[in-house]
Structures are given as structure tokens and as C-alpha cells.
């Protein structure tokens, strides 16, 4: 049965009102009148309504799921026997669902009550997809809000559009204090699903919120002239920047400066007083650490890659500046550089560098059997290892002035069977770890070699067939040619 009621227009008013699609209206509205025909005619039984979105009119069927006849039903109000639905339908099949049409209700004022709740969640529901999916496309960039609600966990902010976010008290500014109905300019971190509907993470302390700030008041920044490599922020105190741009004709750190400091000063303005140095980028570690150290001028820098530390030396009048109060100077430019910083005064770094060469050219006399002027000239040249000296490029040597290639032989073997010792004979190693009897018995294996091998952690046949020929090429006496030969040895009871 079809009714004609004026559906489309109670669809199209709620829509406007809403924001919502009419598909979301007119499928709220069957399962209304789904609910309000259970209601009538009994809460266990299935019903679908079908609306044309065109005419407003609309149909109700009752659906059954087909039975074998043989059972006895179930659920009276939801079961047919297959031979009685075959008197319905022809070509029907147990476990289909049969519809048959039925009376529908009256969509009037009380079938309106019935659905009213119905309709109000699922705009609900609309209300908040749309406005997840908003704010889904703003996730990284800064939105304003209007102070909502204060308490003592969090801020609840207005974006417009009946969007709400919150604002936790560890995401803002120390010590700053906000009212209903103040603006706030934040950074918009993610949007979480929630059953109340999506949760707006915002954040105020945020190295994002700081660069993002720089793109609006920096128009080089914004339109990607100037780039900016990294940021640290100690929130609302002091923070820092690096800067970099391919643009020969500009200078980064002043186009961020701005005439007489405006436009650091506005960034400044609006993190509460956040103090911001600039700093210029360097692919030079070293220089990038010197330039982050600003306002302290830095004397000296020692670096140790493998630890990725660095001691920057400053003088003894600069040393309170160049660790800041409370270590903030130093923990920011660490931050901004990716490195472990350690700020020493000149005369340490001085003290460390004489200890340092002095315990060098301890080893290089005493492990070369060269006297002080051979072991002093390495040390000027860099070398800080017997290692090098046994392992880097011949040519690196004979470049060195007063060096031919008898001397650096003779040096390059010096240094190579010092190293051999420093690593212990076979004989020496009994009480430590043993090569296993597979290993030892590989063709072209000797007990020298098994045992150095087994100082790298290689101990049985199967832990050197799965290494390649460069993971061995630092081992002495072993030449590529050689370890090939071996780790195919080794390799060869995998193809039995």
C-alpha cells in the first residue's frame, strides 16, 4: 500500500537545517517508521520500508525467512514454511527471505514521536562524519577557536561549524592562562574516532605549531623558498630554528628575522613571549652544531661519529652562556642538530687533546717500534688507531711528507701484527670460546684463522656460510679470494 504524504519536503527542511544529505534524512526516516510499525504491530517482526525519493511515497513489507516444511517454527513472527511460501512465490528456496506488502503506518504526529529520536541520532551521527571529515583535511595545519570551557585537565575550543576540540593542559603554553570566549590560534594533531562523536587534538607546544607559524608570517617559508630543517622548543621560553634556502640571493636567517625583528617578533607575540633563535643550516655537522650554539661562540668541536657525540669547546667567559640556564641553550641545540652535545671550556678541551695525543703517541711508539717524531707526525696527520694506520689506502700514507713505500710497509705491517697480538693466540683463547670441530675442519681453514674468526662471533660452519665475502674483508690475512673459498666450503653441506 502507498501512502502520498508530503515526505520530500519534511526531508528537504531537515537537510538545510542540518547540513546533512537527504539520502541520511530518508534513511532515517524508514528506520522510523520501521520501528513505529513494530510498535503497532508487534516488536518481533521484520519489516522493511521502502520511501521513493522522489514522490515521498512509500511501501512497507513484512519479510519472513523460508523454512523446510517439515520443522516446526521457531519464531512464528519471522518464520514460513516452505510450502506455505511457495504459495506466494514460485521458485522460492529454504533460507531466502520472502516480502510480503503490508499496511503501512501513518507518518502524522505520532509515528513523528516514534521516529523523532531515531532521526535526531542518525543526524547526529551525519553531523559528526562531516565534521570529521572537515578537520580530517586540516590535520596539520593551525585553526582558530573560540574558549568554550576551561577546566582544570583541559580547554574545550569552538572551531564553528559545530565543531568542538579539545586542548589538554600538558599541550599548552606553561603558565598560560585562557577565558571563555578568548581566540586561540593552535595545531590541529590528529582526529580520533569516538562514540560521543570525533575527538580535535590540538596542541600549542608542538615543534609543528612553531613552524607552522613561520609559514604564515615568513611568505618565503609559506611558499617553500625557505626551508626549514628542524625545530626545538622549550614551550613559551625559548625555542630554535634551522633555515635553509637554494636561493643564493636571499638570506634565511634575516627574511625570518624580518625588518627591525617584526615578523620573529609577531611568532614570538603568539607563543606567549617563546623566545626564537634562527639558525642557518649546514650540511657540515660540525658547522650546524657551531651555528645552533648561538649566541655562544664556539672555540673548538671534537667529533665521535660512532658514539654521535660531539665536545664543543667554548671559552671560560662563555661557558654559562653556551649552556644556558637550567641547560637550555646546549639540551635545544642537541635537539636541533640530532647530536649529544658536550660543552666543555678551552682549557679542558685543551687538557683532553693533550691526554689524548699523549696516550697515541704512548701506543704508536710502543706498538711500531717508531720513536716520537714518526709516532708525532701520525697524530698530526689524523691517525687516531693502529687500525687506520693497518687499513686505510696506502696512498693516504705515502702522502704523508718524508714517507715512501718501504716506511709505510714497514708501518702498515707493524701496525697490522700488533693488532694480531692485541687479538690473542690460539693458545690464549683455550679457556674462552672454542671454534666448533665443523668449522675447524672446512678445506683451507687453519686454527689461527678459526680463532679470529670466532672473536667476530663466528663459531660453527653454519654462522659463516651465511656471511658475505665483505663482512670478512677486515680480517687479517683473509683476501677476498680466500673467504669465498671458505664461505662456499661452508655453504656446501646445504647441497647435499
Known sequence: MSKEI???????????????????????IEAALISATRKKHGAEIDVRVVIDRKSGCYETFRLWTVVPSELELEFPLRQMLLSEAS????????????????????????????????????????????????????????????????????????????????????????REAVRPGDRLRCYLCDVVADLRGPQLILSRTCNEMLIELFKIEVPEVGEGIIEIKSAARDPGVRA??????????????????????????????ELGGERVDIVLWDDNPAQFVMNAMAPAEVVSIVVDEDAHTMDVAVAEEHLSQAIGRNGQNVKLASQLTGWELNVITESEAKTRTADEQKHLLEIFTEQ?????????????????????????????????????????????????????????????????????????????????????????GIVTRDDLAELAVDELADIPGLDASKAAELIMAARAHWFV
Open 6 to 28: 508530503p515526505l520530500k519536503l519534511v526531508v528537504g527542511t531537515v537537510s538545510n537545517e542540518k547540513g546533512v544529505s537527504e539520502e541520511v534524512i530518508f534513511q532515517a
Open 87 to 174: 504459495t506466494h512465490q514460485e521458485g522460492i528456496n529454504v533460507n531466502d527471505v520472502i516480502e510480503l506488502p503490508m499496511e503501512s503506518v501513518e507518518f502524522g504526529r505520532i509515528a513523528a514521536q516514534t521516529a523523532k529520536q531515531v532521526i535526531l541520532k542518525k543526524v547526529r551521527e551525519a553531523e559528526h562524519e562531516n565534521v570529521a571529515e572537515e578537520f580530517r583535511k586540516k590535520k596539520g595545519q593551525l585553526v582558530i577557536g573560540i574558549v568554550k570551557k576551561t577546566s582544570r585537565e583541559a580547554v574545550i575550543l569552538d572551531l564553528g561549524g559545530n565543531a568542538e576540540a579539545i586542548l589538554r593542559k600538558e599541550d599548552m603554553l606553561p
Open 240 to 269: 630554535k630554528i634551522a633555515v635553509k634556502t637554494n636561493d643564493g640571493r636571499i638570506d634565511p636567517v634575516g627574511a625570518c628575522v624580518g625588518m627591525r625583528g617584526a615578523r620573529v617578533q609577531a611568532v614570538s607575540n
Open 368 to 456: 711500531l717500534h717508531v720513536d716520537e717524531d714518526v709516532a708525532s707526525v701520525l697524530i698530526e696527520e689524523g691517525f687516531t688507531s693502529l687500525e687506520e694506520i693497518a687499513y686505510v689506502p696506502i696512498q693516504e700514507l705515502l702522502e704523508i711528507e718524508g714517507f715512501d713505500e718501504e716506511i709505510v710497509n714497514e708501518l702498515r705491517s707493524r701496525a697490522k701484527s700488533s693488532l694480531s697480538t692485541q687479538a690473542g693466540t690460539p693458545e690464549e683463547k683455550q679457556s674462552e670460546k672454542m671454534p666448533s670441530e665443523d668449522l675447524l675442519q672446512l678445506s683451507g681453514m687453519d686454527e689461527d684463522l678459526a680463532f679470529k674468526l670466532v672473536n667476530r
